[in-house]
């Protein structure tokens, strides 16, 4: 992908999170695991998509944030990447400690086609990343490709480190690096995602969750974009499995209303 329409494609993502069509509500970003599920995404209407690396590390038999699915993730950006919507890639970690190397991987992620990515400071044994490296993370990507929204993660709520004071001085250190956006897993209440917004002048992530705030809400609590990290990849694999327990069980098949068709699967593929 050249740097213009790479450029190009990140001033369109960026606008999404500040919504420039003034439509008062968050950018909905789905997250997929695959070709076909990015794809259902975008024709659905999506404009931009996310990827979520619990999804692409399981379908390779692979742990989540344990920085082992670095070619995994690289090769769905490449299978992904440049298409008809904007793509924003989970990096987990960086998949290194060494900044210098993460730059180095961002620009391959950017090179394959994604204007966005997803950089988190929590690690596999459940501790947080000095917050100063993570900072140098995220300056090192821009430096490399200045142009790429950086979606800066902290798991302190997801890993319950710190909460809200944790939290603030994280956002502001990831803004001060560079960061074009701060996402907060884990924060659910009202109060704790008011806290987030008023911590940083970044566009605020949050994960949706069954039963959480509407997305209304989160608009009134300042929130500018909402992902679904693997709940939809565990939805697919929970709609799986039940079919067939079902079929096992009753003799016969549920209803399965919103079960695309062989057509509809294999047009997905169309542009593949």
């Known amino acids: 992908m050249t740097s213009t329409v790479g450029r190009a494609g990140a001033t369109a993502f ?25 794809a259902a995404l975008a024709a659905a209407g999506f404009a931009a998509v996310g990827t ?11 742990p989540d944030g344990a920085g082992r699915t670095r070619e995994e993730t690289l090769r769905l950006a490449r299978l992904l ?6 793509l924003s890639a989970d990096a987990e970690g960086g998949f290194s400690d060494d900044p210098a190397e993460v ?9 394959a086609g994604a204007v966005g990515v997803n ?24 430096a490399a490709v200045p142009w790429l929204f950086v979606n800066a993660r902290t798991d ?6 710190g909460r809200e004071a944790e939290t603030a001085a994280r956002l502001a250190a990831y803004r001060d690096a560079g960061a074009d956006g701060v996402f907060v897993p884990g924060v659910t209440d009202p109060d704790g995602i008011a806290a987030a917004v008023a911590a940083t ?25 909402v992902s679904l990290g693997s709940l939809l990849f ?39």
């Open 14 to 38: 960026r606008a999404l999170h500040h919504d420039t069509g003034g439509s008062g509500t968050p950018l909905v970003l789905p997250n997929a695991w695959d070709h076909a599920s990015a």
């Open 52 to 62: 979520t690396s619990l999804g692409v590390a399981a379908a390779a038999g692979l």
């Open 81 to 86: 990447g440049g298409g008809a919507f904007l």
């Open 103 to 111: 730059a180095a991987f961002a620009a391959e992620l950017a090179e």
């Open 119 to 142: 950089l988190e400071d929590g690690r596999a044994d459940g501790s947080l990343t000095p917050p100063r490296l993570h900072a140098t993370k995220i300056a090192a990507v821009k």
């Open 156 to 161: 302190t709520y997801w890993l319950r480190q």
């Open 201 to 225: 002048d970044l566009p605020l992530n949050v994960l949706a969750s069954p039963g959480g705030q509407t997305l209304a809400r989160l608009a009134e609590l300042g929130v500018r974009r």
């Open 234 to 272: 565990r939805a697919a694999l929970g709609a799986a499995v039940h079919t067939v327990l079902t079929l096992r069980a009753d003799g016969v098949l549920p209803p399965l209303p919103q079960t695309p068709d062989y057509a509809s699967v294999q047009a997905l593929t169309a542009s593949g």
